[in-house]
């Protein structure tokens, strides 16, 4: 909440330049449920793109269920769409505050999403796009995946100490991202590997698990595998793969540089 609004000639003065903000139709058939209710359904939202942030799903105000909305106090101020209106969720006697926005009277120069509104991802249970459900956040339509069987040679060491060797790797390409080696569970020294708690998840990928790597600094969640992928990244399934951020890896006996990414420092 803010107390104390800028006008939108001082908003506009808070602008970076370069950031930008787009929206674009979706014809995907979008649900969001908490509580066991659909409080949105829609086969005509708009996914909005916007520089430094994730794609999010916006909604027209008739596919939402408003009378299970809540006007609150809040208001927020973004100097690229506006004032921010927020509503509290009470879904089968569940509160969930200040869950959806909307911005009824946006920027001159932002699109028009006055009737529409959007939802905080990790507040809603269950997302849908069509009938799979969709974790973490919207799928971006501009990002890809391949996952590509190969004959390369890769071998990855830490420390001097070889982790895996193998002449049957799959590559996943991913948008933006460096290119990742699977490895198939023979080609690794499972035995230098211990379990770990850790889970992640990927809307593109589906959830991860994790191994630590055994008596080396920092080895700690160094290596993840999904057991139950995506349709999309099914290839992988059951593969290892280590971050090449953190690991030396050899393709056809030539050391990879290390990438540069979030994960570099954990």
Known sequence: MVTTLATR?????????GHTVSVE?????????????????????????????LPVY?????????DLMTPSDTVTQCPYKGDAEYHTLNAGGEIVEDVMWGYPDPIADC???SNYVAFY???????????????????????????????????????????????RPTLLFE?????????????????????????TRCPYKGMANYYS??????????????????????KIANMVCFFNELVDVYVDGELQERPTTPWSRR
Not at 9 to 17: A, D, K, Q, V, Y
Not at 131 to 153: G, N, Y
Not at 213 to 234: K, N
Request: net charge negative; charged share 30%.
């Open 121 to 167: 991802w990790n507040k809603i249970e269950h997302w849908f796009e069509e009938d799979e459900e969709v974790f973490v956040h919207a799928r971006d339509p501009r990002k890809r995946i391949d996952c590509l069987p190969s004959s390369r040679q890769v071998r990855v060491e830490l420390d001097g100490v070889t982790l895996a060797e193998s002449s």
């Open 175 to 199: 948008t933006n991202l460096p290119v990742r080696y699977y490895l198939p569970v023979t080609d690794v020294r499972m035995d230098l590997l211990t379990p770990s708690e850790k889970t």
């Open 25 to 53: 139709p979706c014809a995907k058939w979008v649900r969001a449920m908490h509580n066991g209710q659909f409080v949105a359904d829609s086969k005509r939202t708009l996914l909005m793109f916007e520089t430094r942030h």
């Open 9 to 17: 000639e001082e908003l506009i003065g808070m602008r970076n330049p």
């Open 213 to 234: 790597v055994r008596g080396v600094e920092d080895g700690e969640d160094l290596v993840w595998f999904y057991q139950l992928p995506t349709s999309e990244s099914v």
């Open 58 to 66: 916006y909604f027209p105000r008739e596919d939402v269920r408003m």
């Open 111 to 113: 699109p028009d999403i």
